[in-house]
């Protein structure tokens, strides 16, 4: 639980442009929630699914696997204090939540080039055939541990810790330089 009101400040300058070029587009996620699940060594993420369904079906039930028995359930409604109390309250004793809206940052690399950008820096196999919308990684890019995330055909959503974020952003636009 919070001790005092978090102000989530992005990492990038107010400034910064989304857009790379026409091939590829790269933009902070702005507000939302990324909040850390862990459950007992039986949960499985259909009852986490069933259970966010349950106590805060506003929020809807993004989950992504990032390790046995942890996921990281995301989305873009802001939630205050007193609704993440309540959230941790309905929740079951198998699974307990952490709220990293503070420590991660989200990204969308979106583009038709977009795989050929996350291949410069990534071993994980983006194909269409082998990488469906919704399946997720946790990866390197480089050297940056990141939560790759297939959410449209060819646009992927990556969380990184935010100390991490501006390497990986400046990363990036590196990867995609000759797409502009």
Known sequence: MRDYPLENRSVFPPHVAAGAGAQINL???TGGFVFHVLGEAKSDEAALK???AKIAPELGADVRKSAPNQWFWVGDADVSSD??????????SQFVLA????GRVRMRLSGPSSRMVLAKGTMVDLSIDQYAIGQSAMTQIGHIGAMITRIEDDSFELIVLRSFAGSLWDELHHMAAEFR
């Open 99 to 102: 709220d990293q809206t503070h």
């Open 83 to 92: 609704r993440l109390t309540e959230i941790q309250a309905g929740l079951p």
């Open 27 to 29: 933009a902070p996620v």
């Open 50 to 52: 069933q259970v966010l």
